[in-house]
Every structure is written in structure tokens, then in C-alpha cells.
């Protein structure tokens, strides 16, 4: 069992930016793939980016590729999502989840994921 816990979202401003933190414990994550899902009011669950577990391979959604990081710390079990241009379109319930397995590709659907935070809340307004 693993436990993933979100933090550092907020309320900002268009064009502001905020870094997301997820903390794993419970279960080394060092050979896991991880990455950030996010839900906006109304709609389905979507990927925004995904990092496998050396790092070797990222992935990025189109809408946030040029302005989302995405980076892992292995000794700490953290994985980070550094969001830069905000926009009111990023405003969603963010959440971090973990794969375990070692591979080398991304997985993009919800569904191929094994746990998840309870998430954290982006707003950006206008």
C-alpha cells in the first residue's frame, strides 16, 4: 500500500505560477511510473503529465506542455509539477498517481494507474 498526499495548490492569477508537490510513502516509488491527472469542474479526469521512474522518458498534454515541469526526487519519494503561465483554463482538482512498473513509456489513461492522492485545488482567475 502507498499513500500520496498533494499540496501547494491555491488561488492565483492568470499568468501567475505555483509548484505542486506529491509525497509518497508507505511503498518506495523508485521504480514506479508517476503523474499528474487533473479534473476540471464538470468535465472527466485527464492526463497533464507523467514521468517514468529513472526519468528517462516525460511526457507532457498538448495544453501544458510549453508551461508544465515535470521533475521526481527518488531518495524522497516526491514527484513535482512546476506550472508557469497560468491560465483560467488550468483550474481543476489536481491529483498525483502512481504505476508500478519500470518501463519506458507514459501511460495516458486513469485507468492504468494503481493509487492516487486525494488531490489539490488549482484556481486561476482572469
Known amino acids: 500500500q502507498v499513500q500520496l498526499v498533494e499540496s501547494g495548490g491555491g488561488l492565483v492569477q492568470a499568468g501567475d505560477s505555483l509548484r505542486l508537490s506529491c509525497a509518497a510513502s508507505?511503498?518506495?516509488?523508485?521504480?514506479?511510473?508517476m503523474a499528474w491527472f487533473r479534473q476540471p469542474p464538470g468535465k472527466e479526469r485527464e492526463f497533464v503529465a507523467g514521468?517514468?521512474?529513472?526519468?528517462?522518458?516525460?511526457d507532457y498534454a498538448d495544453a501544458v506542455r510549453a508551461r508544465f515541469t515535470i521533475s521526481r526526487d527518488n531518495p524522497k519519494s516526491m514527484m513535482y509539477l512546476q506550472m508557469n503561465s497560468l491560465t483560467p483554463e488550468d483550474t481543476a482538482v489536481y491529483y498525483c498517481?502512481?504505476?508500478?512498473?519500470?518501463?519506458?513509456?507514459?501511460?495516458?489513461?486513469?485507468?492504468?494507474?494503481?493509487?492516487w492522492g486525494q488531490g489539490t485545488q488549482v484556481t486561476v482567475s482572469a
Open positions: 498517481t502512481v504505476r508500478w512498473k519500470q518501463e519506458i513509456t507514459v501511460p495516458l489513461h486513469p485507468n492504468e494507474y494503481d493509487y
Open positions: 514521468i517514468t521512474w529513472n526519468a528517462g522518458r516525460v
Open positions: 508507505g511503498r518506495a516509488v523508485s521504480i514506479a511510473t
